[in-house]
């Protein structure tokens, strides 16, 4: 189809349904769509064979930094997601242009890791071109307009959303649409590590390629035992929501490498190379050996895997059992840990901007023993989670963007889908 089409079909309102499952505002939607579509005629001309794609943010509900060590995480997909507007070119050049960035163009011929390129959109394109073909898979050239609402820096992965985006867009674009979610997740978390330079474990990957609530264990990375918990929080009477209390993650590189790189120190002491093959009990009865070879903050973080590492699998269980009071405790449970023993609520190279911090203090204050919150995502700065009971939203909202600034915190929807081409038949 091409734009006119398209938009027929928008206006119609022949793909509500589609637009339903993704988002709560159908008719902003549907705006966000259209606009999409003319940016996309303006850059490359109308086509006939026009094609949209979908790709959301996550949410990490449970375990915080467990992914890169094997663990177990818990987390869903929202409705903040990357749009793309998607056209085959057939000339052996994927052009990405995103909404108020420049256009990138990457070579099919060109697919070596470029370290001058570490940082850009550009090297996440090329690593996930690279990592298809690698993997067997048909690579082609294609034309795409980009506008997403997942924010950067958010701890809602609009990194991951962008890597799901191109992974899901060549799957339907050039092989039929037969790879799985869980192997885009793997190629994307390849992508972002490798050719784009930052080191991430899988779960951000994993959770905007498999959508919902999605339990995910990871103690054989080849093989991630993925589980969809049907839950709605709507139910209980609790909105979720993150609150972006401002900060940036541009020099936080080093605080993330360091919980990768002490978590390491500690399992390398017992000769493994993942916490997650580590003996608890043996890491507990040798912890003075343990704190003289690799410090007290490493022993601490290990501590936090151990415990969080649990949880997450405790969260996933209370809910689909369908105890939220206990879901609840663990939320809170699982913030104080990141707070006290992971620490990554504020960055030690910038001890004066502490948002992550204020923001807790601030909804615990408010929610008075209700509800819960806590960090969000990486960490360090960004967002905090809070699931506030829906009596007390609006004044929650009201009382956190008089300090945080209007748009701030976000009421989200858990998106049960994750990479999703829209259905233009």
């Known amino acids: 189809m091409n734009k006119d089409q398209i938009v027929a079909l928008i206006n119609s309102g022949e793909l509500d349904s589609q637009f339903a499952l993704l988002y709560q505002d159908i008719e902003s939607a549907k705006a966000r769509y259209i606009k999409a579509l003319d940016e996309f005629v303006k850059l490359f001309g109308d086509r006939s064979h026009i094609r949209i794609f979908s790709a959301p943010g996550r949410t990490e509900v449970g375990g915080n930094h467990t992914d890169h060590q094997h663990g177990r995480v818990f987390a869903g997909s929202v409705d903040l997601d990357i749009v793309g507007v998607v056209a085959v070119n ?11 960035y420049p256009q990138d163009d990457v070579s099919l011929t060109q697919l070596d890791i470029d370290k001058s390129e570490f ?22 050239g294609f034309d795409a307009y980009t506008t997403s609402n997942v924010l950067k820096g958010s701890g809602l992965s609009s990194s991951a959303a962008f890597e799901v985006f191109v992974g899901t867009a060549m799957n339907y674009l050039f092989n039929d649409g037969r790879i799985s979610p869980v192997e885009i997740a793997k190629i994307s978390q390849k992508a972002e590590s490798i050719y784009f330079g930052k080191p991430c474990g899988l779960l951000d990957q994993s959770a905007s390629a498999l959508g919902g609530f999605t339990a995910i264990d990871f103690k054989d990375i080849t093989a991630p035992l993925v589980e969809n918990v049907d839950f709605d929080i709507a139910t209980y009477n609790h909105a979720l929501c993150v609150v972006d209390t401002g900060g940036n993650h541009a020099n936080l590189t080093q605080d993330y490498a360091d919980i990768t790189v002490e978590c390491r120190d500690v399992s390398n002491f017992f000769n493994k190379d993942y916490l997650r093959d580590v003996n608890q009990d043996e890491f507990y009865n040798k912890i003075a050996e343990v704190k003289a070879k690799c410090g007290d903050r490493a022993v601490l973080r290990a501590m936090h895997f151990f415990a969080e590492d649990e949880r997450a699998e405790a969260e996933k269980n209370a809910l689909k059992s369908g105890n939220f009071d206990e879901f609840l405790r ?25 948002g992550l911090c204020l923001g807790l203090a601030l909804t615990e204050r408010f929610l008075k023993g209700r509800g819960a919150c806590r960090v969000h995502g990486g960490g360090f700065a960004g967002t905090i989670q809070c699931f506030i009971p829906t009596d007390m939203i609006d004044d929650y909202k009201q009382m956190i963007e008089n300090v945080f600034g209007q748009g701030s915190c976000y009421i989200l929807k858990i998106r049960p889908v994750g990479g999703f081409e829209m259905s233009l038949k």
Do not use: D, P
């Not at 996440?124 to 690579?139: D, Q, S, Y």
């Open 119 to 140: 940082g850009r959109a550009s090297a996440l394109i090329r690593g996930m071109c690279a990592n298809f073909k690698a993997n067997g898979h048909n690579v082609n």
């Open 90 to 100: 057939n000339e052996g050049i994927v052009r990405i242009k995103s909404e108020g």
């Open 330 to 354: 663990l939320i809170n449970e699982s913030g104080n840990s990141s707070y006290k023993y992971l620490q990554n609520v504020y960055s030690t190279s910038s001890v004066n901007e502490q």
